[in-house]
């Protein structure tokens, strides 16, 4: 069955500091992973695909097969960064299986 | 182009009444999607709707809960005789009908059984 762990709810970091939020999935075939992002007050939104290979708001993140992970990162973080996180893979068809979330708060 | 829209934002319903939200796509998509998210969880798929026709409901509770997507109008996902258990944000999201392309969120409805 298709997983996806998030093992931070919260994680803070001050301003200017490198981030890293970690997401971990289980899945037996080909995944597609991806990041959504939810701002304050706001819907929810993709951030990043790991098919496209690009950096998003200074975030990249590598598909890692061997150690079944899809992290998230940043070398510099921002205010503007606070946000809920939430790793995401698709399986098969269209939907989408969520981690539970990490709440990033930057500290100015 | 306004996005997903989802109505109502909040409802409040009784324990045994009938809720239903309603979620309207993105302009020009033809794929709908349900997810719920109880306090403390990530989104959970329900189920997954093209027009007139529903394609994945292995998500959906088996009892009480039905969804539709007519040829005309919004999608609408309805729970009879609501529970407590059921209070929880509902998101829907719409993508444009081509495989594996990206879902586009809607606000979501917050549901409270009382």
């Known amino acids: 069955a298709q997983r996806v762990t998030q093992p931070e709810k919260l994680l803070s970091v001050f301003k200017g500091a490198p981030v890293e939020l970690k997401c971990n999935y289980s899945?037996?075939?080909?995944?597609?992973l991806f990041w959504y992002v939810q701002y304050s007050r706001q819907r929810l939104q993709l951030l990043l695909r790991?098919?496209s290979r690009e950096s998003i708001k200074g975030f990249t993140a590598d598909l890692n097969k061997g150690e079944t992970s899809f992290h998230l990162k940043k070398p510099f973080a921002q205010e503007e960064d606070s946000a809920m996180y939430y790793c995401?893979?698709?399986?098969?068809?269209?939907?989408?299986?969520f981690g539970t979330g990490t709440r990033l708060t930057v500290i100015p | 182009n306004a996005g997903v829209m989802q109505n109502p934002r909040h409802l409040v319903r009784r324990r045994g009444q009938e809720a239903r939200l309603r979620c309207s796509p993105m302009?020009?998509?033809?794929?709908v999607y349900w997810y719920r998210q109880l306090p403390e969880e990530g989104l959970k798929f329900m189920v997954y709707?093209?027009?007139?026709?529903?394609?994945?409901e292995s998500g959906m509770p088996k009892e009480r809960f039905s969804a539709e997507f007519p040829k005309e109008g919004p999608s609408i996902l309805r729970i009879q005789q609501v529970v407590r258990g059921d209070s929880a944000a509902y998101f829907c999201?719409?993508?444009?009908?081509?495989?594996?392309?990206?879902?586009?969120f809607g606000p979501g409805t917050r549901l409270t059984v009382t």
């Open positions: 999201a719409s993508s444009p009908g081509v495989n594996r392309d990206e879902q586009y």
């Open positions: 790991h098919i």
């Open positions: 899945y037996s075939g080909s995944p597609e």
């Open positions: 302009k020009g998509h033809s794929h």
């Open positions: 995401a893979l698709r399986a098969g068809a269209n939907n989408l299986f």
């Open positions: 709707l093209q027009k007139e026709n529903i394609i994945d």
